[in-house]
């Protein structure tokens, strides 16, 4: 197969700002209140699936996904994000040789023609292909600025006859890991590891790929200042620790934005000779597919973004309550399920409604009367109660495990308790990569305050979204600000893209797919029902529907949705999975 384009040559890199999008023209965003979900820009209610990519011969159409989609393949899920577990190292391949004269201010440097990646066996499943390439830290300056080697692993079509191309992977975070994702099975179907090889890289600053690396700056001050003064000690230490981190990290801790990691993606896609690549993006890795399709869109075969960001939605306080509103409807799922499965530890408990005992034992949080479960002389504040909350949320499988623990935080005597647990440390890396691109202006405690009110009027039952509150959280007093905030999405010329989501996910607000789809011209939304985070591990129907979208080039029909599917907890692997996932991240992220 020949090489592909060099990464300079993207649609779009001449004109305003360091992206090379400046002269592109923006899209309208279609009013929120207009249409029903899933409805596409410019096509009508009803309209056929369309096909993007030369026919196929079309799979028997399944139950289950209604209106008009034709499902194919099946697939399981893995936990994500991962941490690398890279072994040997390739050389390096350099693919950002400069160009000669000069450049117009804000474009991209060109690349040298790519050579390809020499791969080696991965040291933890030698059956996987392991690699690096070179990248320069800032693609405006080229390789004179400093080059990073990008971690890289490929699982190659199992059936190589059949092969369609590369199939692009990211598990989120922000800050998981690729390569592990691939050398963890991806949890994707049979039918695409057959057809696809199955490709990941470590962004810039994760796992294999320079990680972000901090000094140590002392203490940490609450997370929930309660004062003006905490706010201080909270603003001072993120301006602290941003100067340990781009000290032990160097010039690339300030090139973490996705900007920088999609052009990543370009120079791998050139240099395994594609001139067209396939994305799955899940959660975090939903933006990093948007601003690849922003960038390259004559580049894209096709892309699903599965639990999505919103990176259209400006504001602290509509970041805040959108990501409360969406674990409080995670946990109506849990409550409507709880009185009607045996395996809920609160349906033995007589008159108990799983709402209104949250409730109860929020106002006991708050006056200090809760201790932590394996830590009875550590006090349960309602952040960790949410938190409690949240880490159960992202698959039903855990729903079990949180009906025991909120009937053992029931059943705790009351007594007041003093010492608090200590609040986790700020993430360097959750840090660098996430205030690369989102802007959550908090000037002082009145306005910190003002989100937290707002945000518990939205969600009066789990109060607020502890992953919410650290994102907000996570930018104060960061003294470099975001290189690409919120704005209107620049997506023109892709084919189809295909958003998933569920209605029931804790952390990416089932508003926001609606809100993408709106925003992407012909994208296609397919809604799943249930709850859960990743909907194509959550249910057969999202499979089948993303497969057929990725082998057949076909996507749902306008207001395409798929049932919701009960935990099911006599699957044996579904539950090692779930384990294996808690065990690779005790606190999942986006």
């Given at each position: 197969?020949?090489?592909?384009?060099?990464?300079?040559?993207?649609p779009?890199?001449r004109?305003?700002?360091?992206?090379?999008?400046?002269?592109?023209?923006?899209?309208?965003?279609?009013?929120?209140?207009?249409?029903?979900?899933?409805?596409?820009?410019?096509?009508?209610?009803g309209?056929?699936?369309?096909?993007?990519?030369?026919?196929r011969?079309?799979?028997?159409p399944?139950?289950?996904?209604r209106?008009?989609?034709?499902?194919?393949?099946?697939g399981?899920?893995?936990?994500?994000?991962?941490?690398?577990?890279?072994?040997?190292?390739?050389?390096a391949?350099?693919?950002?040789?400069?160009?000669?004269?000069?450049?117009?201010?804000?474009?991209?440097?060109?690349?040298?023609?790519p050579?390809?990646?020499?791969?080696?066996?991965?040291?933890?499943?030698?059956?996987?292909q392991?690699?690096?390439?070179?990248v320069?830290?800032?693609?405006?300056?080229?390789?004179?600025?400093?080059?990073?080697?990008?971690?890289?692993?490929?699982?190659?079509?199992?059936?190589?006859?059949?092969?369609?191309?590369?199939?692009?992977?990211?598990?989120?975070?922000?800050?998981?890991?690729?390569?592990?994702?691939?050398?963890d099975?991806?949890?994707?179907?049979?039918?695409?590891?057959?057809?696809?090889?199955i490709v990941?890289?470590d962004?810039?600053g994760v796992?294999?790929?320079?990680?972000?690396?901090?000094?140590?700056?002392?203490?940490?001050?609450?997370?929930?200042?309660?004062n003006?003064?905490?706010?201080?000690?909270?603003?001072?230490?993120?301006?602290?620790?941003?100067?340990?981190?781009?000290?032990?990290?160097?010039?690339?801790?300030d090139?973490?934005?996705?900007?920088?990691?999609?052009?990543?993606v370009d120079?791998?896609?050139?240099?395994l000779?594609?001139?067209?690549?396939?994305y799955?993006?899940?959660?975090?890795?939903?933006?990093?597919?948007?601003?690849?399709?922003?960038?390259?869109?004559?580049?894209?075969?096709?892309?699903?973004?599965?639990?999505?960001?919103d990176?259209?939605?400006?504001g602290?306080?509509?970041?805040?309550t959108d990501?409360?509103?969406?674990?409080?409807?995670?946990?109506?799922?849990?409550?409507?399920?709880?009185?009607?499965?045996?395996?809920?530890?609160?349906?033995?408990?007589?008159?108990?409604?799983?709402?209104?005992?949250?409730d109860?034992?929020?106002?006991?949080?708050?006056?200090?009367?809760l201790?932590e479960?394996?830590?009875?002389?550590?006090?349960?504040?309602?952040?960790?109660?949410a938190?409690?909350v949240?880490?159960?949320?992202?698959?039903?499988l855990?729903?079990?495990?949180?009906?025991?623990?909120?009937?053992?935080?029931?059943?705790?005597?009351?007594?007041?308790?003093?010492?608090s647990?200590?609040?986790?440390?700020?993430?360097?890396?959750?840090?660098?990569?996430?205030?690369?691109?989102?802007?959550?202006?908090?000037?002082?405690?009145?306005?910190?305050?003002?989100?937290?009110?707002h945000?518990?009027?939205a969600?009066?039952?789990?109060?607020?979204?502890?992953?919410?509150?650290?994102?907000?959280?996570?930018?104060?007093?960061?003294?470099?600000?975001?290189?690409?905030?919120?704005?209107?999405?620049?997506?023109?010329?892709t084919?189809?893209?295909?958003?998933?989501?569920?209605?029931?996910?804790?952390?990416?607000?089932?508003?926001w797919?609606?809100?993408?789809?709106?925003?992407?011209?012909?994208?296609a939304l397919?809604?799943?029902?249930?709850?859960?985070?990743?909907?194509?591990?959550?249910?057969?129907?999202t499979?089948?529907?993303?497969?057929?979208?990725?082998?057949?080039?076909?996507?749902?029909?306008?207001?395409?949705?798929?049932?919701a599917?009960a935990?099911?907890?006599?699957?044996?692997?579904?539950?090692?999975?779930?384990?294996?996932?808690r065990?690779?991240?005790?606190a999942?992220?986006?």
């Amino acid at each position: 197969m020949g090489h592909g384009a060099g990464p300079s040559d993207e649609p779009g890199a001449r004109g305003k700002g360091r992206d090379g999008a400046g002269e592109r023209p923006r899209q309208p965003v279609r009013p929120r209140g207009a249409g029903r979900a899933g409805r596409r820009p410019g096509r009508a209610a009803g309209h056929e699936a369309r096909d993007i990519h030369p026919p196929r011969p079309r799979p028997r159409p399944q139950s289950g996904l209604r209106h008009r989609t034709r499902l194919t393949g099946h697939g399981k899920r893995q936990g994500t994000p991962y941490v690398i577990r890279l072994g040997r190292k390739s050389g390096a391949l350099l693919l950002c040789a400069a160009v000669a004269g000069a450049l117009v201010p804000g474009q991209v440097r060109a690349a040298a023609a790519p050579a390809p990646i020499s791969w080696h066996p991965c040291e933890d499943d030698r059956s996987i292909q392991c690699g690096t390439f070179t990248v320069p830290i800032d693609w405006a300056t080229g390789p004179q600025s400093g080059t990073v080697k990008i971690a890289v692993a490929r699982a190659k079509a199992t059936a190589p006859k059949e092969r369609i191309g590369t199939l692009v992977v990211n598990p989120g975070g922000p800050g998981g890991s690729g390569t592990e994702f691939v050398l963890d099975g991806s949890g994707l179907s049979k039918q695409l590891r057959r057809h696809y090889d199955i490709v990941g890289l470590d962004p810039r600053g994760v796992g294999g790929s320079r990680p972000v690396r901090c000094a140590k700056v002392g203490k940490a001050p609450p997370a929930h200042p309660r004062n003006q003064a905490d706010f201080a000690k909270l603003s001072a230490y993120q301006r602290k620790l941003y100067t340990a981190c781009r000290t032990k990290t160097g010039l690339l801790y300030d090139f973490l934005d996705a900007g920088s990691v999609a052009r990543d993606v370009d120079a791998l896609r050139a240099a395994l000779g594609e001139k067209k690549i396939s994305y799955y993006g899940l959660s975090y890795g939903t933006w990093l597919g948007q601003r690849y399709a922003e960038l390259f869109p004559g580049r894209v075969r096709s892309l699903v973004l599965d639990s999505t960001m919103d990176h259209s939605a400006p504001g602290t306080v509509r970041f805040s309550t959108d990501e409360a509103r969406a674990l409080e409807a995670g946990y109506a799922q849990f409550a409507k399920w709880c009185p009607t499965s045996k395996y809920c530890a609160l349906r033995k408990m007589k008159k108990t409604n799983p709402v209104k005992l949250l409730d109860a034992l929020m106002r006991r949080a708050e006056r200090g009367t809760l201790h932590e479960l394996d830590s009875p002389k550590e006090r349960l504040a309602p952040p960790g109660l949410a938190q409690m909350v949240r880490t159960s949320m992202y698959n039903p499988l855990s729903w079990a495990g949180l009906s025991e623990e909120l009937r053992e935080l029931s059943r705790q005597k009351v007594r007041t308790i003093k010492r608090s647990a200590p609040d986790e440390p700020p993430d360097g890396a959750f840090i660098g990569i996430l205030c690369a691109d989102w802007s959550f202006p908090v000037r002082n405690y009145k306005d910190l305050a003002a989100v937290r009110a707002h945000t518990r009027r939205a969600a009066p039952h789990v109060r607020f979204n502890p992953l919410g509150w650290e994102a907000v959280t996570a930018c104060i007093g960061r003294p470099r600000a975001a290189q690409d905030p919120q704005r209107p999405y620049r997506i023109i010329g892709t084919p189809p893209i295909l958003v998933v989501n569920g209605v029931g996910d804790p952390v990416t607000a089932y508003p926001w797919a609606r809100s993408v789809n709106r925003s992407i011209p012909g994208s296609a939304l397919l809604t799943y029902k249930g709850a859960g985070h990743g909907a194509y591990g959550l249910s057969p129907c999202t499979r089948k529907a993303v497969d057929t979208y990725l082998l057949h080039g076909r996507t749902p029909g306008w207001g395409a949705h798929c049932p919701a599917v009960a935990p099911n907890f006599n699957d044996t692997r579904a539950q090692r999975r779930l384990d294996g996932a808690r065990r690779l991240d005790g606190a999942r992220r986006f």
